[in-house]
């Protein structure tokens, strides 16, 4: 399901819930494009381990990427005003994890909706939340 | 225990770091297309709009984390999120100044004691000085009984 414009928006809708990549493999190119790479913890199991952490790690900004694709591929000419995201706990590479997002306001005269995020690993727990406004054409 | 109002009235809204960055074109679209990001403007490199994402102004980080006379606080501290206002697109190659204060300090108390977290807000400017995008850092610091 993809919308258009403000109008095309219903409030409660569940944006498709998606499967992001989450692979050593992408988390390390991700880490490395920005700066993180070296310490292990997002490109190595072994070594997150040897560092107390359950597995490599998902980096948190990445999960923030996750979202923002997931709108874009909702809201194809929708522009992103505002995203925030709180890592309430680690995301695990390799493991499977759901992207999904719920319209909870909508303004018409603006063009604007706010969704609520989260992703949710297998078991179904809150791993990050946040909130987006988008901006949508009003016609 | 931390005097949260008094770390308020010093340290709110006062600028403490000024950076310089240069985001590169394709470490942009390379974090893009790594977060399943479809939109050309993201990923392609040569499209005209091509605009740097959400994720990449989140990893700029400021030359200092927080203000130089800021008092330790003990406890372990954690990276509890990150928030990105786009004003205007963000071009890459295009030199940035980033200017950060602290925005917010707060604590919430939960059975496991007093977590503080602290907002640290990155605005960056274009060489013009329009503002074109602000960041929100938020770090989490479990406080310590004695402390």
């Known amino acids: 399901m993809t919308v258009q414009t403000i109008g095309d928006v219903v409030f409660g809708d569940e944006i498709t819930p998606w499967q992001p990549d989450t692979s050593l493999q992408a988390t390390r190119s991700f880490a490395h494009a920005v700066g993180y790479s070296g310490s292990g913890r997002f490109e190595d199991h072994s070594k997150a381990r040897a560092q107390g952490l359950p597995g490599a790690l998902v980096p948190g900004i990445m999960g923030m990427g996750f979202l923002t694709s997931m709108i874009h591929r909702w809201a194809p000419r929708g522009k992103i005003k505002h995203i925030d995201t709180v890592f309430r706990a680690p995301v695990l590479a390799d493991h499977e994890h759901t992207v999904t997002a719920v319209v909870t306001d909508i303004d018409e005269e603006l063009g604007e909706v706010v969704l609520d995020l989260t992703i949710l690993n297998a078991q179904e727990e809150t791993r990050v939340f946040g909130t987006a406004t988008v901006h949508l054409p009003i016609a | ?147």
């Open chain 2, 1 to 147: 225990m931390t005097d949260i109002d008094d770390l308020r009235s010093k340290f709110l809204d006062l600028e403490f770091d000024r950076t310089g960055f240069v985001i590169d074109a394709e470490q942009s679209a390379t974090v893009a297309k790594t977060s399943g990001e479809t939109r050309s403007e993201f990923i392609d490199t040569t499209d005209p709009n091509f605009e740097a994402c959400a994720p990449i102004l989140a990893s700029l980080a400021s030359g200092r984390r927080l203000p130089i006379d800021f008092p330790k606080l003990g406890g372990i501290s954690m990276d509890g999120g990150k928030a990105v206002a786009c004003i205007k697109p963000v071009r890459p190659g295009i030199k940035l100044t980033g200017k950060t204060h602290l925005h917010d300090i707060y604590a919430k108390s939960g059975r496991s004691g007093r977590m503080i977290f602290l907002v640290s807000r990155m605005q960056l400017y274009d060489d013009s000085g329009e503002h074109l995008a602000t960041t929100d850092s938020r770090q989490v610091i479990r406080e310590r009984p004695d402390k």
